[in-house]
């Protein structure tokens, strides 16, 4: 079986979350070929990680690299896709789909007979390989923007905010740099999985719309969610326009996978309240190894709040530190133990949290460890495993703390409630009231923490083990891509 693994700025150049379940599927399924394709930023990254033999191939896919001009340019494909993507109606999607496709369609690089470097590494081929060239640099984009625009404004009967030429300009540019992926080629594979909607999926669609390959989509957070959330600080109608394209690319995706695998049910009602077929959904948990976080049997002397993630605004690590003044009114001597990287590009946000700490006067209390080697060490340090997030899929953090029998306090965000279900603590998001006087609750209360981190332990290993979790993607696989037949080199309709 050969499958192509399709992320977007994770695996394996990025250490943690999403590469965490990437490398758990390449390394697990040993009878996969496995090839890997990294949407980046650049081209310089440079893998974080040792990849095992069954990986045939590694290929970044750059979209904010040096464009290359077109061979052919489709001005009418690109204005399908503007026009579709302000729109709400179905023939709206079928608009955007249409052209989509035929800007896919309209690429070079497929693997050509006969070229030596394509029969040994067809996705490196500088010539025939998975780099094609950019699908709208050199389109009039903002223009078929502000057509499009002006068109929604007097058809669709829902107000858009105002668009000037700049506006049109910068969004136009946002765009083009997104739909890059979809010059992407793969080699011969039997399934295409990207491990979440958005910018992956573009790899996967026009694998589809080439090739007929099987596309299978992961997603871990609900990926137009997360958009909106890091929508910034453009203007209204950049800001619309860039959200609208989002919005219609994940719904076309949800449309056109072959097969969906949710890691919550969360995610599944998303999936389905945006077009997704509920008999293409299988939900699959995340799972982890028990063997790996055995449960911890002492606890630390000083009472402490234990958290391990990347330090970035969607953890929420402001309520976290703000729930810790509330904690310190009952619990005058607790602490809160950070472990963590930060991410290049959340500097700003990282002085934040410490600004935050120093003025509640929690400094001294605050711990920012960096990264660890294991979570479980991050665990060893605290009574309590916190999750602030603002949003989730299923978090690999909070199941190898119940794995490791650590009580968690968590917030109520994607799959994290159906995931704890009665073996820990639930709150609202950005409530650190909430947040603080359930670690209090947990501090204070040796017996209350030693039971729920046994049924945490207990749920864990009944429903969330690394093998359960790849078992279900080998035959999910199979199902797919077992049967598939050579492909003849013509396009699908």
Same mark, same amino acid.
């Given at each position: 079986?050969?499958?192509?693994?399709?992320?977007?700025?994770?695996?394996?150049?990025?250490?943690?979350?999403?590469?965490?379940?990437?490398?758990?599927?390449?390394?697990?399924?040993?009878?996969?070929?496995?090839?890997?394709?990294?949407?980046?930023?650049?081209?310089?990254?440079?893998?974080?990680?040792?990849?095992?033999?069954?990986?045939?191939?590694?290929?970044?896919?750059a979209?904010?690299?040096?464009?290359?001009?077109?061979?052919?340019?489709?001005?009418?494909?690109?204005?399908?896709?503007?026009?579709?993507?302000?729109?709400?109606?179905?023939?709206?999607?079928?608009?955007?789909?249409?052209?989509?496709?035929?800007?896919?369609?309209?690429?070079?690089?497929?693997a050509?007979?006969?070229?030596?470097?394509?029969?040994?590494?067809p996705?490196?081929?500088?010539?025939?390989?998975?780099?094609?060239?950019?699908?709208?640099?050199?389109?009039?984009?903002?223009?078929?923007?502000?057509?499009?625009?002006?068109?929604?404004?007097?058809?669709?009967?829902?107000?858009?905010?105002?668009?000037?030429?700049?506006?049109?300009?910068?969004?136009?540019?946002?765009?083009?740099?997104?739909?890059?992926?979809?010059?992407?080629?793969?080699?011969?594979?039997?399934v295409?999985?990207?491990?979440?909607?958005?910018?992956?999926?573009?790899?996967?669609?026009?694998a589809?719309?080439?090739?007929?390959?099987?596309?299978?989509?992961?997603?871990?957070?609900?990926?137009?969610?997360?958009?909106?959330?890091?929508?910034g *600080?453009?203007?209204?109608?950049?800001?619309?326009?860039?959200?609208?394209?989002?919005?219609?690319?994940?719904?076309?995706?949800?449309?056109?996978?072959?097969?969906?695998?949710?890691?919550?049910?969360?995610?599944?009602?998303?999936?389905?309240?945006?077009?997704?077929?509920?008999?293409?959904?299988?939900?699959?948990?995340?799972?982890?190894?028990?063997?790996?976080?055995?449960?911890?049997?002492?606890?630390?002397?000083?009472?402490t709040?234990?958290?391990?993630?990347?330090?970035?605004?969607?953890?929420?690590?402001?309520?976290?530190?703000?729930?810790?003044?509330?904690?310190?009114?009952?619990v005058?001597?607790?602490?809160?133990?950070?472990?963590g990287?930060?991410?290049?590009?959340?500097?700003?946000?990282?002085?934040?949290?410490?600004?935050l700490?120093?003025?509640?006067?929690?400094?001294?209390?605050?711990?920012?460890?960096?990264?660890?080697?294991?979570?479980?060490d991050?665990f060893?340090?605290?009574?309590?495993?916190?999750?602030?997030?603002?949003?989730?899929?299923?978090?690999?953090?909070?199941?190898?703390?119940?794995?490791?029998?650590?009580?968690?306090?968590?917030?109520?965000?994607?799959?994290?409630a159906?995931?704890?279900?009665?073996?820990?603590?639930?709150?609202?998001?950005?409530?650190?009231?909430?947040?603080?006087?359930a670690?209090? *609750?947990?501090?204070?209360?040796?017996?209350?923490r030693?039971?729920?981190?046994?049924r945490?332990?207990?749920?864990?290993?009944?429903?969330?083990?690394?093998r359960?979790?790849l078992?279900?993607?080998?035959?999910?696989?199979?199902?797919?891509?077992?049967?598939?037949?050579?492909?003849?080199?013509?396009?699908?309709?």
């Amino acid at each position: 079986m050969r499958v192509a693994l399709v992320n977007e700025g994770t695996y394996p150049y990025v250490l943690g979350g999403v590469s965490t379940w990437c490398d758990h599927l390449v390394r697990g399924l040993t009878d996969v070929t496995w090839h890997l394709v990294t949407i980046v930023g650049q081209p310089t990254m440079t893998p974080a990680l040792a990849l095992p033999d069954n990986v045939a191939s590694l290929s970044a896919v750059a979209i904010w690299d040096r464009p290359r001009a077109p061979r052919r340019r489709s001005i009418r494909a690109a204005a399908r896709m503007c026009t579709g993507m302000l729109g709400d109606t179905p023939a709206h999607l079928d608009l955007f789909r249409s052209g989509l496709r035929e800007l896919a369609l309209a690429q070079p690089g497929h693997a050509r007979p006969g070229c030596a470097h394509c029969a040994r590494a067809p996705a490196a081929c500088p010539r025939h390989g998975l780099a094609g060239r950019h699908p709208l640099h050199g389109l009039p984009l903002a223009d078929l923007l502000l057509d499009a625009w002006t068109q929604a404004a007097r058809t669709t009967g829902r107000p858009l905010p105002r668009l000037t030429l700049r506006d049109a300009d910068e969004a136009a540019a946002l765009i083009e740099h997104a739909v890059r992926p979809l010059a992407a080629f793969l080699p011969p594979v039997d399934v295409c999985h990207a491990n979440a909607n958005g910018l992956s999926s573009l790899v996967a669609l026009a694998a589809k719309w080439r090739d007929g390959v099987p596309f299978l989509m992961t997603e871990h957070g609900v990926y137009l969610r997360e958009r909106y959330l890091s929508a910034g *600080t453009h203007q209204p109608g950049v800001k619309v326009a860039v959200l609208r394209f989002h919005r219609a690319l994940a719904r076309l995706a949800y449309t056109e996978a072959d097969l969906i695998a949710p890691v919550s049910a969360f995610n599944q009602r998303w999936e389905e309240r945006h077009g997704a077929d509920p008999a293409r959904i299988h939900v699959i948990p995340n799972g982890v190894d028990p063997h790996r976080f055995p449960p911890l049997t002492a606890e630390p002397d000083i009472p402490t709040i234990s958290w391990v993630g990347r330090i970035d605004p969607l953890k929420d690590l402001e309520t976290l530190i703000s729930a810790l003044a509330v904690v310190r009114q009952q619990v005058p001597d607790a602490r809160l133990h950070l472990a963590g990287p930060v991410p290049a590009g959340n500097e700003d946000y990282a002085r934040t949290c410490h600004d935050l700490a120093a003025g509640l006067g929690l400094a001294d209390a605050v711990t920012f460890a960096g990264p660890v080697a294991s979570s479980r060490d991050a665990f060893q340090a605290g009574h309590v495993a916190a999750l602030s997030s603002i949003s989730e899929g299923m978090p690999y953090t909070i199941v190898e703390a119940m794995m490791c029998q650590r009580p968690t306090v968590s917030t109520d965000v994607g799959g994290v409630a159906e995931m704890v279900g009665d073996a820990g603590i639930v709150v609202p998001p950005r409530d650190p009231i909430a947040f603080g006087t359930a670690c209090a *609750t947990l501090l204070r209360d040796t017996g209350q923490r030693r039971d729920l981190g046994r049924r945490g332990h207990d749920r864990a290993l009944r429903l969330f083990t690394l093998r359960r979790c790849l078992d279900s993607y080998r035959r999910q696989y199979q199902l797919l891509g077992g049967n598939r037949p050579p492909h003849d080199g013509s396009a699908p309709a």
